[in-house]
């Protein structure tokens, strides 16, 4: 006879734990969520094994793409200008093989190149406009000087010489001298040099005196200069020039040297009259000079 007793069931449970899992499973149905998911084999949907089923996937944005592009190309190439500019000022192949000089009249060229012999297999970024000055403070007569690279190994070297205004007698000798009074060279034969005479020097005339003498001097054109024999100053105030065909210059003071000059050689290139010659050109007031 068949059974008339109906199968039974048991909960999920009873107690704290139930009404929990209860309290859970109903407050599930309060949250949205969105997820990606792979369709099933049967046509459904399926999340990916551990993959949180609410995230959502977006893509980068291109303009922070191309940014990311430009700063990392640009980290590349400062790299390597960064590895050439290295190799550039170790490398032996941009050492100093060659200097050209220019620039030179009293010197000779070989006398400088002489001088900056230890800048030979120095790398041509190395050296600089000071390391050329120091090696060439030996010889007096360079005033300035500059350089210049060009490579893979010459070496440029632009000298500024003093320029000679006047020379000291000094015994039998005549010493070269510049605005400052600074010997450039010496010479026992004053008519080789187309420069006026001081006698003495500042040694015997006093340093004043010879600084007005000397700033004089170098206001004056080559070919005015030429002209000269001999320079003298009672004070600062009375600068005197002698020609070598004997007349006098009165210079005056220091005062507006480069109009004086101007003033001076024009007289000079004026026609001579063999009846009344000139004897004494005064520029002392270059605005009114004065023959006689």
Do not use: C
Request: no cysteine; aromatic share 2%.
């Amino acid at each position: 006879m068949a059974s008339t007793r109906r199968p039974t069931y048991k909960t999920g449970g009873s107690g704290p734990s139930a009404k929990a899992k209860t309290e859970a499973g109903a407050g599930r149905h309060d949250v949205i969520s969105a997820s990606k998911a792979a369709p099933s084999a049967e046509g459904g949907s399926a999340a990916a094994p551990g993959t949180p089923d609410n995230v959502l996937s977006f893509p980068e944005p291109k303009g922070k793409r191309i940014r990311r592009n430009i700063i990392v190309a640009a980290s590349i190439v400062a790299a390597i200008v960064a590895g050439l500019l290295v190799a550039a000022v170790y490398s032996p192949l941009f050492a100093v093989r060659t200097v050209a000089v220019d620039g030179t009249r009293m010197l000779t060229p070989v006398q400088v190149q002489v001088a900056l012999e230890p800048l030979h297999g120095k790398p041509l970024p190395q050296v600089s406009d000071d390391d050329v000055r120091k090696l060439l403070e030996p010889l007096v007569q360079v005033k300035a000087v500059t350089s210049e690279a060009r490579p893979p190994s010459v070496l440029v070297v632009h000298v500024q010489e003093r320029t000679p205004v006047a020379l000291v007698k000094q015994g039998e000798v005549f010493q070269l001298v510049d605005v400052d009074g600074v010997q450039l060279g010496t010479t026992q034969d004053p008519a080789s040099v187309q420069l006026p005479v001081i006698d003495g020097g500042a040694g015997v005339i006093g340093k004043d005196l010879f600084k007005a003498i000397t700033a004089v001097l170098a206001a004056l054109p080559a070919d005015v200069l030429a002209k000269l024999s001999d320079a003298s100053a009672k004070s600062v105030d009375a600068v005197e020039l002698k020609l070598v065909d004997g007349q006098t210059i009165v210079w005056g003071n220091a005062g507006e040297k480069e109009l004086k000059a101007k003033v001076l050689s024009a007289l000079l290139k004026a026609p001579a009259n063999p009846k009344n010659p000139v004897q004494i050109y005064d520029v002392s007031v270059p605005r009114h000079p004065v023959t006689r």
